[in-house]
Each structure stands twice: as C-alpha cells, then as structure tokens.
C-alpha cells in the first residue's frame, strides 16, 4: 500500500491532507499550552489559597495551631502546597515535552513537506515539457507529410499534362522528394521525441512521482505517529506524579487521624487553668444585729479607717508600693486568704436601710506625716513615655515577672523562660569551649593565629552566660514563689538573683520617719512594714517615676463589699468610683478612690462606664509601640 501507486493522480489532494495534518499538529500543541496555563493558574490559586489560612508569624493566630485538629488543618496547607506544586511540574513537564518538542517538530514539517511538493511541482513541469515537445514534433510531422502529399499530387499531375515542358515536370519531381524527405526526417524526429516521452513518462509515473509521493507518506506517517507519543507522553506527565498527589493525599489522611480530641480538651484546661479554688460556701449574713463595717487593713490605703490610727504605710508606699502591688496582683492573691469574687448579694446592702450604720470617714493624717510623705517622696514626671508604658501593662505587654497572668499561666509562662534561658546559656558555653579549644591550638601552634585575639570573645561569653545565670535565678526565684516552694522573695533570694542593691537604706529610714507619729513616738506598724517592706529591684525602679495608670471610666456601687483581703478595697453602696482596669477574666476590677486609695472588687459588685475615648488612646498608643 503505498502513496505512489495509489495516488499518483492525487497530487493535489495530498498537498492539502498534509496541510491538514500540520494543522492538526498545531491544534494540539495549543490544547496542550491551554493545558499548562491552566495547571499553572490551578498551582497558583492553591497556593495562594494555602497561604491565605496559613498562620501569621509572632501572632495570637500562630499560638491556636498547638491544637491536634489545627495541626492537622495546618499540615493540609502544607499539603496542598506540595500538591500545588505537583500541578507545576505537570505544566513545567508538558511545556518541555510536549509543547516544545512538537512545535520544533512542525517547524521541520513544513520545511520537509515543501521540500518534497517542490520535487513533485519540478517533476510536473518536467513531464508537462516533454509532453509539449511530443505535440510539436507530432505537429511538424504532420505538416510535412501534408506537404509531401502536395508535392507528390503536384508532380504526378504535372507529369500528365502533355503542355508542360520537360524541365517543370523535373522540378515538380524533385520538389516532391524533397517534400518527401522531410516528411521522413520529422517522422523519425517524432519517433525519437515520442519514444523519450514514453520513457520519460514512465519515470515519472513510476519512478519519481512514487519516490515523492513515498517520502510524504512517511513524512505524514511520522507526524501521526509524533501526536500519538506526543498524547502518551500527555498522559505520563500526569501519572508520574500521581504518587506523590497520593503522597500528599496519605498525609492529609494521616494528619486527620492524628487528631485526638480527649488531647484538646486537656490543652484548653492548661492553656486556660488560673489556679484558683472554687469559691466556698456563703457565710450566713445576720441582718438582726447591726453590721459594723470594718475597713480593709489590706488595701492600699486606710483612709476609710475610724479615728483609731490604722497600720498605713509611709510616704514610699504612694511611689513604690502600689506598683509593686500592681505587678503582683495574681500572686498577692495566692500569698493571701483571697478568695474569687463573693457572688452579689441577693438582697440589698444593709447600708441601704435608712437606720443602718454608715461608713466611717476618711481619717485626716496629721500635717507632719503629710511633710514627711511629700519629702521623701519622689517627684511625678508627667510625661508621655510614662503613661504609655502604663497602658502597656494595660494592653497586655504584661510585666517581667508575668505577674499579671493567673497563677497557672504565670508558672507555665516563667518555666518556658527559664528554659530559653538555659538554652541561651548552652549556645553560649558551646561558643566559649569552641574559643578555647580555638585558643590551645593558637597557644601549641603559633603559626595558625594569636591566642590574644580570641580573649577579647572569651571575656565577653563570660560576662553573656553571667548575665544570663542571674537572669535564670531571677525567673526561677519567680517561679519558686508561684510554686509554693518560698512563700515571698527574701532579701536571701533577691542577692542570689543579684539585684539586690545597697541603696535602699534611705528609703526604709525615710518609711521610717512616715511611721513617726506627731509627738516622735512610732506606731505598732513598724513590725508589720519591716515584714512586707520588699528590697527594690532593677524591675520596680522603672515605676518609680510613673504616674498612676489613668482612669478608663467610672463605676456605681451596687452593693457595699467589705474589703477585707489584700489588694481589695471597701465600697459602700451607691458609691462613685473610677475605673482604672477592666475585668481580665478573673472576676475582679481595679477601681480608685482618690489619689491614694486602689484597689479590687467583684466586677458583679459595680456598674462599670467606660470612656471610649479612653480606650481609643491605648489603640494609638499601642500602634506607636509596635
């Protein structure tokens, strides 16, 4: 079966079906590049969306992925970034293979499909000529012999007729054999042109068309069977990486079964423990007898004290002490008989019968103790630094000490320091065997360096790993008292943490004339401030400074609560106080008085108004801090 036997007739029919062909060719080098566009639209939509749902970095978002199930929707993003990336080497792999191949191919197609229709057209022509030499030949041919029967019918007439003379009848004669003689000549040319067209066209017919029509046959032969490796190779492209699609897909499986919800509940409960009991039974409240309302001996201060003189700390306690407080809340509620919020009472407070008793006032201190608190107390500095650095233990940048965390987040919070810490160490000590192996070699062979070069390092990786023990005594002296192995810090604890500093002997002697009374004698509160009196720190010396933290709105007491534990503060009903922090989850709302009294209630025992002009302050300091 072949092209040149069976369509030697259909030159031009064969011109066009390989023109088709090439077309076909190119059809699917476009479907194929379609193909790849989309594969790599596909990649990049899945990308984009794993990136969308990724976890943003140093975010809360960041911390929600420690659950199973988050873990396990985080490995699906990963996942399917990896399986976004398998649709990229399909459409990198179809690109090279595919599109590439065959359009170079096409190219050399054509050239070779207009190099053989050149050969057939030349091969036309050529028969087509000595097709045109047979007809002129055959023409001549026929003309002399024409002419030769002329002559031969002029002669013979000229030769009957009786007339004419002798000489014309020789001349008709010999006219007729020339006549004759070119007849003959033109036969045998005509013979010759005639035989070499035959063989001619035999060679073409039958040598040269087939050879021509032979080589497009197989030129076309090729091109069907280049698109149908070219389609194979379309569908290997997909099967080589459908192990790894199913990799991926195994992986998400695996992810999904490694989910473990009994895992989960038990990350919230440590994500979320305070640490505190449960509040206890309700003491019965016996409205028969008059209440006496006591003032709380443990707020921050007894202005609301009868006329008897009340244990009240100096002036330092304004500058130092409500500080020292306010980054020890949640612990002072540990080292304290601190119970969660008593839960309002059902009925109203006796301070609203009209013959109840009414809360004592304010006790005026004498002048002298005034003179005394406004000595040796340090000046305020209003400035913006300090109500910033306010409002950032506000928003949440918590102190040092993570103090005001609950007690079970603050000891998880301080062992994961002193943990960073060990490790710093580690690096640091790694660095420093390093250097003085470093240095043995300089010292036993002085040609490869000075051995002086390498102690300036050395020195400062001591002085780094110094720094970072007494960081770690710190946080572990932290973490013994949220722990329950030291009930308070102890001057013993605070020079092992090595921030205990000598210059504190003026301030307990200017606590010391606070606690003199107008006629130079000292109150029964000396014992007790000696006691709480807590060595200053590199950490409460930041406070000294600072204003007081400002007030966020203002509260209606809806019950009068008897402030009885540290750091709580007594409110008679339908009292107006000011807020100064909000309710943190734990129950309780930091109010102020006046300038010297703050402290803690139950949230359910006020009405809280908060100013959002406030609260819109913290939002633009804290964009200025970030």
């Not at 005509?190 to 032979?214: A, G, R, V």
């Not at 459908?242 to 473990?260: Q, R, Y």
Request: charged share 35%; aromatic share 8%.
């Amino acid at each position: 079966m072949s092209w040149g036997t069976e369509l030697w007739d259909q030159f031009d029919n064969l011109e066009k079906h390989t023109q088709w062909g090439i077309d076909v060719l190119e059809k699917y080098i476009k479907f194929v590049k379609e193909r790849t566009e989309i594969e790599l639209s596909y990649a990049k939509q899945l990308r984009n969306l794993s990136k969308k749902y990724q976890p943003k970095k140093n975010s809360k978002e960041e911390e929600e992925y420690r659950y199973t199930s988050t873990k396990a929707f985080l490995a699906t993003l990963n996942e399917m970034n990896d399986y976004a990336g398998q649709h990229e080497v399909i459409s990198e792999n179809m690109t090279s293979l595919i599109t590439g191949e065959l359009t170079r191919y096409v190219q050399e197609l054509k050239q070779e499909r207009k190099s053989h229709f050149h050969d057939g057209r030349k091969a036309q022509q050529h028969i087509e000529t000595c097709w045109k030499q047979l007809e002129a030949s055959k023409r001549r041919f026929e003309r002399d012999c024409k002419e030769a029967d002329r002559a031969q019918q002029y002669f013979e007439k000229m030769d009957a007729d009786i007339n004419v003379t002798k000489a014309d009848v020789e001349k008709a004669r010999q006219q007729a054999q020339l006549r004759h003689q070119m007849a003959e000549d033109s036969k045998a040319e005509y013979c010759s042109t005639l035989q070499k067209f035959n063989s001619e066209q035999h060679d073409h017919y039958y040598t040269h068309i087939p050879n021509i029509f032979q080589k497009i046959q197989e030129m076309e032969e090729r091109r069907i069977v280049r698109i149908g490796e070219s389609m194979k190779t379309f569908a290997d492209v997909d099967r080589q990486v459908i192990p790894i699609i199913g990799k991926c897909l195994d992986e998400i499986t695996k992810a999904a079964e490694s989910i473990d919800h009994k895992n989960d509940s038990q990350m919230v409960i440590e994500a979320f423990k305070s640490g505190f009991e449960p509040p206890g039974d309700v003491d019965f409240e016996d409205f028969t007898q008059p209440m006496k309302r006591t003032v709380s001996e443990s707020s921050l201060s007894n202005s609301r004290g009868d006329g008897k003189s009340e244990p009240k700390f100096g002036g330092k306690s304004k500058g130092k002490l409500w500080p020292f407080i306010k980054k020890n809340k949640l612990m002072s509620l540990l080292t304290s008989p601190h119970q969660p919020p008593p839960p309002p009472p059902a009925s109203a407070s006796p301070s609203a019968v009209p013959n109840g008793p009414q809360s004592p006032k304010q006790q005026k201190e004498p002048l002298s103790h005034r003179f005394n608190e406004f000595m040796t107390s340090k000046p305020k500095i209003h400035c913006f630094r300090s109500l910033k650095r306010g409002l950032s233990l506000k928003l949440g940048a918590g102190p040092e000490d993570f103090s005001n965390l609950p007690p079970e987040q603050r000891r998880k919070k301080l062992q994961q320091k002193v943990d960073e810490l060990n490790k710093d160490i580690q690096k640091e000590m790694d660095q420093r065997d390093a250097l003085t192996k470093m240095k043995d070699v300089y010292i036993k062979n002085p040609q490869m360096g000075d051995p002086a070069s390498v102690d300036h390092r050395l020195a400062e990786l001591g002085q780094n790993i110094e720094k970072l023990r007494l960081e770690v005594q710190k946080f572990e002296g932290w973490l013994a008292e949220v722990e329950g192995r030291l009930p308070m810090r102890t001057e013993q604890a605070r020079r092992q943490s090595g921030l205990y500093e000598a210059q504190n002997t003026s301030a307990v002697n200017s606590c010391a004339q606070d606690r003199e009374s107008p006629d130079g004698s000292y109150t029964e509160e000396q014992s007790q401030e000696t006691e709480m009196k807590v060595p200053a720190t590199d950490f409460d010396d930041e406070f000294d400074d600072e204003e007081p933290l400002p007030t966020i709105g203002t509260c209606k007491a809806l019950y009068t609560f008897e402030g009885q534990n540290e750091g709580t503060i007594s409110v008679a009903e339908g009292e107006m106080l000011y807020v100064i922090e909000e309710d943190k989850g734990d129950g309780w709302t930091r109010i102020r008085r006046n300038e010297d009294e703050e402290g803690y209630v139950p949230t359910s025992y006020v009405e809280v108004y908060l100013d959002k002009n406030a609260k819109d302050v913290y939002k633009s300091l804290q964009k200025i801090s970030e």
